[in-house]
Structures are given as C-alpha cells and as structure tokens.
C-alpha cells in the first residue's frame, strides 16, 4: 500500500557530507511519523532520527549535532543531512514510514535500504 525508496548513499571520508532522501508512494489516507533507522555488520537495527507530521524531531545521542531530519509532507518524502560523518556511521540505511491506510488501520513501511560508508 505504501512504497519507500532511498536515494543517495554512497562512500564519503570521514568528515565529508551525505544527504538520504526517502520518497513515499503508494495510496494512504495519510503518512504520520517518518524517520530513518541504520544497521552496521552484526549489530542490531537502531534509530537515527523522526520526525512527525508537524515537524517535531528526535535523534539518536550518537548524531545529535551532526545529522538533520526533515520532511516535505506535499512529496511525501523524508530527508536526512549527514555532517561531520565517522566511519562508525557505516551502516546500511533505511527509511521508515507509519501510515493510516483508508482503511483507517495503521500500516509500517520500510526502504529497501542504502549502504553509506565512510573511511578513515
């Protein structure tokens, strides 16, 4: 019912930039909360940031300071700035989306997921 794709991974140095977008598809009364998530080689899924329909945020201590969510609810699409980046942010990355279907029941998307790598 709801599609995620990512853009915009890649390999950077260490304290180089990324921006990951995520765009949202697919028929829903309405997409609330989305956010991106990341999982490094053998270690579990965790957040990275959130953000609500209205725009309230929330990070992860761990890039507090360095990454910027943000969204455009008109394209439905999700983006996440990525600063002073450190190889410990090498992870595959994934967008998540929490939508109301017509249905009115609640549906739990997720991205296909894009590798971000950064060297020291």
């Known amino acids: 019912q709801v599609r995620l794709v990512e853009f915009g991974g890649g390999l950077v140095q260490a304290g180089g930039s990324l921006r990951l977008s995520c765009a949202a598809s697919?028929?829903?009364?309405?997409?609330?909360?989305m956010g991106w998530y990341r999982q490094a080689p053998g270690k579990q899924r965790e957040l990275v940031a959130t953000?609500?329909?209205?725009?309230?945020?929330n990070y992860a201590d761990s890039v507090k300071g360095r990454f910027t969510i943000s969204r455009d609810n008109a394209k439905n699409t999700v983006y996440l700035q990525m600063n002073s980046l450190k190889p410990e942010d090498t992870a595959v990355y994934y967008c998540?989306?929490?939508?109301?279907?017509?249905?009115?029941?609640?549906?739990?998307?997720w991205g296909q997921g894009t590798q971000v790598t950064v060297s020291a």
């Open positions: 998540n989306a929490g939508a109301t279907l017509w249905t009115l029941k609640a549906y739990d998307a």
């Open positions: 697919g028929s829903a009364y309405r997409i609330n909360a």
């Open positions: 953000i609500t329909s209205g725009g309230g945020t």
